[in-house]
C-alpha cells in the first residue's frame, strides 16, 4: 500500500470498562459486544427490537444478548459501523464470567458397588433372620 492506504488506517482505540461503564445515559450509550466498544446512542430509536433491549446492555457486555438473538448479516454490518474502539486488553478477564456450577458439574453417580451393597446387606440380614425364627421353632 502507498501512503495514502496507511493514512486511511487508524489506530485501534482502547477503552476502559470503567469508562464504558459510564456511558449508560440518555446522551451516551456504549455497550460492548465481543470485546468492540460500540456507540449506539444514535441507533437506539432505529433498533427494531427496541431501544430499552439496548438499553439494558448499556455500559457493559451484551455479547451473549446479541448472540442469542441470531442477528443477520446485515444487522451485524450496520452494528459495524457504530463500533467506536475496543475493550482494553487488561480489561476484557474481568468480562469473563465463571461457569456456571449446575451447568458444568453432572451429578456425582454412585459406584457399582455401592449401589448393590445397601440392598445385599439388607437380603443377608434377613435370610439370617428368618434362618434364626425358623430354627427355633423347630
Same mark, same amino acid.
Given at each position: 500500500?502507498?501512503?495514502?492506504?496507511? *493514512?486511511?488506517?487508524?489506530?485501534?482505540?482502547?477503552?476502559?470498562?470503567?469508562?464504558?461503564?459510564?456511558?449508560?445515559?440518555?446522551?451516551?450509550?456504549?455497550?460492548?459486544?465481543?470485546? *468492540?466498544?460500540?456507540?449506539?446512542?444514535?441507533?437506539?430509536?432505529?433498533?427494531?427490537?427496541?431501544?430499552?433491549?439496548?438499553?439494558?446492555?448499556?455500559?457493559?457486555?451484551?455479547?451473549?444478548?446479541?448472540?442469542?438473538?441470531?442477528?443477520?448479516?446485515?444487522?451485524?454490518?450496520?452494528?459495524?459501523?457504530?463500533?467506536?474502539?475496543?475493550?482494553?486488553?487488561?480489561?476484557?478477564?474481568?468480562?469473563?464470567?465463571?461457569?456456571?456450577?449446575?451447568?458444568?458439574?453432572?451429578?456425582?453417580?454412585?459406584?457399582?458397588?455401592?449401589?448393590?451393597?445397601?440392598?445385599?446387606?439388607?437380603?443377608?440380614?434377613?435370610?439370617?433372620?428368618?434362618?434364626?425364627?425358623?430354627?427355633?421353632?423347630?
Amino acid at each position: 500500500m502507498g501512503e495514502d492506504g496507511d *493514512k486511511k488506517q487508524s489506530a485501534i482505540k482502547y477503552y476502559r470498562l470503567s469508562d464504558i461503564e459510564q456511558q449508560n445515559t440518555f446522551k451516551s450509550t456504549w455497550i460492548i459486544i465481543n470485546n *468492540k466498544v460500540y456507540d449506539v446512542t444514535s441507533f437506539l430509536e432505529e433498533h427494531p427490537g427496541g431501544e430499552e433491549v439496548l438499553r439494558e446492555q448499556a455500559g457493559g457486555d451484551g455479547t451473549e444478548s446479541f448472540e442469542d438473538v441470531g442477528h443477520s448479516t446485515d444487522a451485524r454490518a450496520m452494528a459495524a459501523e457504530l463500533v467506536i474502539g475496543e475493550l482494553h486488553p487488561e480489561d476484557i478477564a474481568k468480562l469473563i464470567k465463571p461457569p456456571d456450577p449446575l451447568m458444568t458439574m453432572s451429578p456425582k453417580q454412585p459406584s457399582c458397588w455401592s449401589s448393590w451393597l445397601i440392598p445385599i446387606l439388607a437380603a443377608a440380614v434377613a435370610t439370617l433372620v428368618y434362618r434364626l425364627l425358623t430354627a427355633e421353632s423347630q
